[in-house]
């Protein structure tokens, strides 16, 4: 049972990278059926056991091409993140952590005062953007224009940090990571 798990979660991170999935639940059902596994017997991995999985794959596969891709991707965050330096912007997720693939969003958390004056600040930065809603009633801006895909989340005041999202990196982290990639 540990080695199927073991092997979705392999078969799984190799489906999401070279796919750019962002659905994971799907990427186990597609590992699982790639397999040959019963689809309702089959172990299915955590999402840790895949995201360890995803760094492996770029250990051995992606080189120094996934390495340009991710401070690309950081790069355009730090831009977003100057841009919007007074709602305290953090970068969480895939890109923070260091396992993104390209069709990873780049995440950024803000804690305005109120979630309109996000909307007003990217209107006033001509940004394209969809304004969505999580289950949990936290607000979500999709960015459309930009390279990869970005999610802006409106944190309220007070409020825990999402606990899936260890890393958190805030504008000066991130230049400091930018510059220590740029000297390796």
Do not use: C
Request: glycine share 4%; charged share 25%.
């Amino acid at each position: 049972m540990t080695h199927d798990r073991e092997t979705i979660a392999a078969v799984a991170a190799r489906i999401i990278v070279e796919s750019e999935l962002t659905d994971w639940s799907l990427a186990r059902r597609k590992a699982v059926a790639e397999l040959g596994l019963s689809a309702h017997g089959a172990p299915l991995p955590s999402d840790e056991a895949i995201i360890a999985e995803i760094k492996t794959y770029h250990a051995l596969y992606s080189g120094d091409e996934w390495a340009l891709q991710l401070r690309a991707q950081r790069e355009v965050a730090l831009e977003a993140m100057i841009e919007l330096v007074r709602f305290n912007p953090v970068l969480t997720g895939p890109v923070a952590e260091g396992w993104a693939h390209a069709g990873s969003e780049i995440r950024i958390e803000l804690t305005p005062e109120s979630s309109k004056d996000v909307e007003y600040a990217l209107l006033n930065l001509d940004v394209e953007f969809t304004p969505t809603q999580a289950k949990d009633g936290t607000e979500l801006y999709e960015i459309l224009d930009s390279d990869w895909p970005m999610r802006l989340v409106v944190r309220a005041p007070g409020r825990p940090p999402d606990p899936r999202h260890k890393t958190r990196l805030n504008g000066k982290m991130l230049q400091q990571l930018l510059s220590e990639m740029a000297a390796e």
